[in-house]
Every structure is written in C-alpha cells, then in structure tokens.
C-alpha cells in the first residue's frame, strides 16, 4: 500500500534549527512536496524534490533521497511565525499526491 | 491572497438538509481538486477533475456530489450527511494534470462543515 510517515508534534526554540523527518512508500514517484499549513487556513507550498540531494530557499531547505525513501524539511532561524503543521506529500505513478498527516511545529520563545 | 476563494467558511448543517460548497479559482488553472481533512488524519482527495472532465471519484459516498461547470469554478453539493463528514473541506487547483509532476496545487482556506 501507499503510505507517509511523519512525526506528529515537534517542539523548538525560536532562533534554533529543526528538522521535519518524512518516509514515503508509493507506487511509482513523481516527486515530494512539502507544505506548510497554519491553523484555520490554507495549506501553502513550500518545495518540491525530485532528485536526490538539498534544495535550499531563504530559510527553509527540503533534502530527498529515492533509494531511501526519505526526505525532510530543514528550518532554520525559527521565528515564532513558523508554528504551523508541516505536510510531506509523494506524488505516485498516477500524479496523485499521497498526504501525511503532517507535524504540528510549535516554536517556544 | 491565495488565488483559490471557497465560500461558505464554515457551514452547520443537520443530517436532511441540502447545501453546497463553492470554489473559485483565478489563477488559470484546468486542474481542480475537492480533499477532506480530518483531525491528525491525512488529506483524503475525493474528487478530481482536469479541463472540467471528472477524472478521480475516491470511493466517496453518493451523499457528496460533485459539479465543475467551467476550469475557474468547482461545486460539492451535500445532502444526508453524517455526523462523521464533519470535517473541513479544501478546494485545490493545479496547471493541469499533463504539465508535470512539479507543478504545485494551490489551496483554498476550507469549508469548516459540521454536521449535527
């Protein structure tokens, strides 16, 4: 079956650096996608991998590995801003994306 | 400013009434998505449709009925829901599913649906 795994709850430290852990099992891969949703509104993209390696953007970076079926998403510099419920989703042979259940970041001063 | 705009935002609704949910998009897109998000679940894509033909159907229930009339609009008419449909309801759109697999869906904020 398909399936996404990822951490339900994380916390950190405003100013600190955490790292968001996603495994995905699919059928084919089109791609990973990360997203980042605050409480009551829309999810919002974040990145996009595809290749294996790092794709940095400002303050935010999102690593894939195929062979490992592994990704992650890398905040840096964390403002309070970024409490938000992050969502990993695979995209299958089909190009439908198969969704986590995302990890609610909750950033202390 | 996300492109995509659903109406109502929240919407309370007893077991034998009738309504729909509405989403605008004006971004463009062809591709349009109807997901269900429940509490600490995954989204569970119900509907799809790319340049206004049905494509997807998730096994949903026929109490949800879907209804794209062009590319900028999607309706999801709802009649005898459950207690268990309470959940929210997000509208996406996309390029359109033949434009490659890095083009990200954009949502909307939700449809906050109770159902008592």
């Known amino acids: 079956g398909q399936n996404i795994d990822q951490p339900t709850e994380m916390t950190a430290t405003e100013g600190a650096i955490v790292q968001i852990n996603c495994t995905y099992q699919t059928s084919g891969f089109n791609g990973l996608f990360w997203y980042q949703q605050h409480a009551g509104e829309a999810p919002t993209f974040l990145s996009y991998n595809v290749l294996d390696g790092l794709e940095e953007k400002g303050r935010f970076s999102s690593f894939l590995s195929r062979s490992k079926g592994y990704s992650y998403l890398l905040l840096k510099e964390l403002q309070m801003k970024d409490s938000a419920s992050y969502l990993c989703a695979a995209m299958d042979s089909n190009y439908q994306l198969i969704w986590g259940a995302g990890t609610k970041l909750i950033i202390k001063p | 400013e996300t492109g995509v705009t659903q109406t109502p935002r929240h919407l309370v609704m007893g077991m034998t009434n009738k309504k729909s949910l509405k989403c605008e998009q004006h971004?463009?897109?062809?591709?349009m998505y109807w997901y269900k998000q429940s509490a600490k679940k995954p989204l569970e894509l119900m509907f799809v449709y790319n340049f206004k033909e049905q494509t997807e159907n998730n096994s949903v229930p026929s109490r949800f009925s879907p209804e794209c009339p062009n590319s900028s609009h999607l309706f999801l008419h709802l009649h005898t829901l459950q207690p268990e449909d309470s959940a929210l309801y997000l509208c996406?759109?996309?390029?359109?599913?033949?434009?490659?697999?890095?083009?990200?869906?954009?949502f909307g904020d939700g449809t906050r649906l109770s159902i008592l």
């Open positions: 971004l463009g897109h062809n591709a």
């Open positions: 996406a759109s996309s390029q359109d599913l033949e434009s490659g697999s890095n083009q990200p869906q954009h």
